[in-house]
């Protein structure tokens, strides 16, 4: 069955610290990949994406992911976490069979700062 | 610069109540989504629409009708609420073709009593 997997549900890191949110999907051929940040109380905000090309995407508040194909995985990675990334981080697939407009998102992992 | 804009942010309903929920963008963007948020499941496809004057059926449909009023606005509505509906519900907008990102609003939470 098609799915998207975040393996950690909560993580705890320190200020400073550097972070690596673990996301794997099953499908058939490569979807499109998707990073979102959700603060409480808020809607969800895109980090970054990756479409084709380059395996390793930048994006904003300096978090980048690296596409690696032979493992379906899409890791979200910052060298040094700030007390203001404390949120929650989804990882999304846009299937090509949903004609690329659909989204499938993961559970989520919620990640807290300590100072 | 207001982006997806949602209303209204929170709501109690009975059992059995009605209510639509509505959803505009000001991005010019042909697609619109309708999701729920449940804790530990992330977030599931209720409706989506691809283009004005369509709608279609996503993960969780049951319970809910949507209309695509024009390019701008979507909404959703529960005609018979209950207590399994209590979540919080996201409204999300994209462009066509090769950048499906989508742009989310700050979601409507709703309780059902």
């Known amino acids: 069955a098609q799915s998207v997997t975040q393996p950690d549900i909560h993580i705890t890191v320190s200020e400073g610290a550097s972070l690596e949110l673990r996301c794997n999907y099953s499908?058939?051929?490569?979807?499109?990949l998707f990073w979102y940040v959700q603060s409480p109380g808020q809607g969800l905000q895109l980090l970054l994406k990756y479409f084709s090309g380059d395996t390793l995407v930048q994006g904003i508040k300096g978090f980048e992911a690296e596409f690696k194909r032979s493992q379906s995985s899409f890791n979200l990675r910052k060298p040094s976490v700030h007390w203001s990334d404390a949120a929650e981080y989804f990882c999304?697939?846009?299937?090509?069979?949903?004609?690329?407009?659909?989204?499938?998102f993961g559970a989520g992992t919620r990640l807290a700062v300590h100072p | 610069n207001a982006g997806v804009t949602q209303t209204p942010k929170f709501q109690v309903l009975k059992t059995g109540q009605s209510m639509t929920l509505q959803c505009a963008q000001d991005m010019n963007h042909n697609s619109m989504y309708w999701y729920r948020q449940d804790p530990g499941m992330g977030l599931r496809l209720i409706y989506y629409s691809a283009s004005e004057g369509t709608t279609d059926k996503g993960e969780v449909p049951n319970g809910y009708n949507v209309s695509r009023l024009n390019k701008r606005e979507f909404s959703l509505r529960l005609e018979s609420a209950a207590p399994s509906q209590t979540s919080v519900y996201f409204c999300?907008?994209?462009?066509?073709?090769?950048?499906?990102?989508?742009?989310f609003g700050d979601g409507t939470r709703l309780s059902i009593l």
């Open positions: 999304a697939v846009a299937p090509f069979s949903g004609g690329y407009n659909k989204l499938i």
């Open positions: 499908y058939g051929a490569t979807p499109y």
């Open positions: 999300a907008s994209s462009r066509e073709g090769t950048s499906p990102a989508q742009h």
